[in-house]
């Protein structure tokens, strides 16, 4: 079974830094590499926002405008893990961070539970 668990998430204070990570299970090595691992946030009220994602293929990272700059997205396919590593966070990075895998071939998309982040003094 398929399966995506997030870990890492917590309280930090503005301007903290915090290493989120979403392991893989369910994947063999192959297939985990050829997904496009992504990053979301969520908060209440609000529809589901990108905030990064890295393609399969190279391993190429592109970023939503309001995180550019502060966090990095990798991944160890080896491991079958993605992390986003945060850095120079704000109250308004407060969220729900959920982890997706996605396959455009055979329209696969799994999702993680979600784990949470709050930025706060």
């Known amino acids: 079974q398929v399966q995506l668990v997030e870990s890492g998430g917590g309280l930090v204070q503005p301007g903290g830094s915090l290493r989120l990570s979403c392991a893989a299970s369910g994947f063999t090595i192959s297939d985990y590499s050829d997904y496009t691992m992504k990053w979301y946030r969520q908060t209440p009220g609000k529809e589901r926002e990108l905030v990064a994602r890295?393609?399969?293929?190279?391993?190429?990272?592109d970023y939503g405008d309001s995180v550019k700059g502060r966090f990095t997205i990798s991944r160890n396919n080896a491991k079958k893990t993605v992390y986003l590593h945060m850095t120079s966070l704000k109250p308004e990075d407060t969220a729900v961070y959920y982890c997706?895998?996605?396959?455009?071939?055979?329209?696969?998309?799994?999702w993680g539970q979600g784990t949470q982040v709050t930025v706060s003094s």
């Open positions: 890295i393609t399969s293929v190279g391993g190429v990272a």
């Open positions: 997706n895998a996605f396959y455009a071939m055979t329209s696969f998309n799994a």
